[in-house]
């Protein structure tokens, strides 16, 4: 950040070792799912979408860390806990890729797999699918909040305080912050 208040994010901002990582090892296994000629090439979808949102949430865990919000006093959590959305979005990628390797390799040596069990092994696999959202749509409405804690703050902090105060309301549009508010009121 400048002195004058104007941010603005670099390249390496968006990115770290745990995102490049999981890239490499799903890139990996979707290379040899590929491998293995699906005749139905939809169901190599279902992972990507779901690889695709476990990146949009590491990705903004990532832009949240280097922007300097965090404060012990603000809690400035619109979307959950990005990195745990992340972290569980791409394990259930990757047990769909594992399935779908498997179900691959049983299918060569055994034919009659896929038209015996074919039905068994869809319904498990759209449940891997779903699940991962569900999972994330739970902690969304579980984590999601925007809080500013005034009790408890020490007197010296005072300005520090007002500045992390100041950069979180300024990113926000009242609008948007009033809407969110409103969702999270908690009785």
């Not at 670099?10 to 490049?20: A, N, P, T, W």
Request: a positive charge.
């Amino acid at each position: 950040m400048s002195s004058k208040g104007n941010q603005s994010l670099k390249l390496r901002d968006l990115y770290s070792e745990s995102l490049i990582r999981d890239t490499i090892l799903i890139f990996f296994l979707f290379l040899m799912v590929i491998a293995q000629n699906w005749d139905n090439i939809l169901l190599l979808l279902f992972p990507l979408i779901t690889f695709g949102f476990g990146v949009f949430f590491k990705v903004i865990a990532n832009i949240k860390e280097n922007s300097g919000i965090t404060h012990e006093y603000i809690i400035y959590n619109p979307i959950g806990y990005e990195k745990r959305h992340a972290n569980r979005l791409i394990f259930c990628t990757l047990l769909q890729l594992i399935l779908l390797f498997w179900f691959g390799a049983e299918s060569f040596y055994h034919p009659h797999l896929i038209d015996n069990y074919y039905i068994y092994f869809i319904s498990i696999f759209i449940f891997l699918y779903s699940f991962g959202f569900y999972w994330l749509f739970l902690d969304l409405w579980k984590y999601s909040r925007i809080e500013i804690l005034t009790r408890g703050f020490k007197y010296h902090e005072i300005p520090k305080l007002t500045s992390d105060l100041n950069n979180v309301i300024s990113m926000l549009k009242m609008k948007s912050f009033k809407i969110i508010s409103i969702i999270n009121y908690k009785s």
